[in-house]
C-alpha cells in the first residue's frame, strides 16, 4: 500500500472513531457544517485515487467508499439545532421546526354587573346600572391555553416560513373550550398568504393586559389576507400592502361583498421609538345596496428609558366592527335594504414600566366613541386597566389586575364595569 493511500486509510479510521464517539452528544449547526465539508473532502480525495495511472487496491477503496456512505447516513439523521430560535432541524431535510404555547388559567371576579356575552371584558354589553342583575360573579377558565408551530426552510433565492397556532377559546357562552384556528399563513420573499392579525392592526402600539380581549378602541381582528411588505431594516421603514377577507365577524347581515377589503401601512423605527400609518377601504352589501366605507389609524411609542415605554394609537372607522373594538359598526334595515354606518373613534394610551427581569406593569386607558345610533347604541366607552406581571422563575409568569369600565347609551344610561383578573402561565 502506498503512503499516500495509507494516510488516507488512516484519516478516515481516525474521523470514523472520533465520530461514533460523540454520536450520543447533541450536535451543534457548526459541528454539521464540519462534517459536511469533511465528507466533501473524503470525496475529493477518492476522485483523485481513480484518476491516478496506478489503479488502488479494490479493497481500499472499497473500505473507503464504505465510510464515507455510513457518514452520509449519519449525517441526514443528525439532530441539530434549526435556524428558528429554540427549534430543531428535521432529520434529513433542510427544515425547522419550532413547537411553542403556553398551558394559560384565569380567575376573574365581577364586583359589578357580569357582562352577558363573555368571561372577558366586553364594555359593548356590560348591563345598564339600572337593570336588575347580580352582582359579584366568579369564573375560571383555561380556555385561553395556546399551541403553535413554525417552520423555516431555506432556498436558493430566500427563507420560506410558515405558522400555525391555535387556542381553545371562542367568543360567547356558547363556544366554551373549542379548539379555534388563530393564525395559519405562510411567507417568502415579502408575501403572506393565509390567516392572521389584519394588517390594519397597531399590535406594537397595544398595550399589554392581563384581560385577553385588551382595551376598548383599537382595531382587533384576524382575517385570511394575500399581504407584501417592502422594507429597508437599516433604514428603519417598511411598506406594506394586503387584500383582506372583507367580511367582519361581528356584521351586521353583510355577507355578499364583491370586492376584499384593501389595507395599506407605512411603518417608520427610530432611536427613541416608532410611528406609524394606516389606511383602509371596504365595502357592505344588501339586497338593494352597496356601500363603502373607509377607516385611517395613526400610532406610536415613546422610549423614555430602558425601562420605560409609552405609546398610543388613534383610529377611526365607517361601518366595521372588527376593524375597531366596541364600534357600533353598521345596521341594514330589514324593510328597504338600506345601509347605515356609524363613523366610531377609538383611542388607546399606554405605559409599561419593568421594574426588574421578574416584574413588569402596565396602566392602559381605552376609549370608543360613536356618532350616531346603528345596531349597538352606544356613545362612548371608556376602560382603564392596571396590572403587574410577576415571572418567580422562567417561563412561568403570574398576573393579577384591576379592570374599571363605563359604557354610556344614546339616551343617557350608564353602565359601570369593575373587576379584578387574576392569571397563571407557563410557556414552553
Known sequence: MSFKHSALACAVGAFASAFCASAAQAQSAADFEQLRQELKRLKEEMQNLKVQKAPAPAVDAAAINDRVEQLEIKSKDAVVAGDIGGGLRIPGSETSVHLYGYAE???????????PSDLFTDLSFQPLDSADVPHGRTRLTASTSRLGLETSTPT???????????????YGDGNRNRLRLRHAYGEYHGFLVGQTWSTFMDLDDLPETVDFNGPIGAPFSRRTMIRYTYGDPRAGYKLTVALEDPQDQFGGGSQAERLPQFVARFDKSFDWGAINMRGLVHEKR????????????????????DKDLLMAQYTRVDGDIDQLYGSNGYAIDGTTGTISFDRNRGFVAGYNRNFSDSLRGTVAFGMNKGKTAAAIDNRSLRQLFVNLIYSPIKNVELGGEYVHGRRETFTGEVGTMSRIDLMGRYSF
Open 156 to 170: 436558493s433565492t430566500g427563507t420560506f416560513n410558515t405558522r400555525l397556532e391555535m387556542d381553545f377559546y371562542s
Open 286 to 305: 344588501s339586497a338593494t345596496e352597496t356601500r363603502r366605507g373607509y377607516g385611517v389609524g395613526i400610532g406610536g411609542s415613546y422610549k423614555l428609558s
Open 105 to 115: 388559567a384565569h380567575l376573574v371576579h365581577d364586583l359589578k354587573a357580569p357582562g
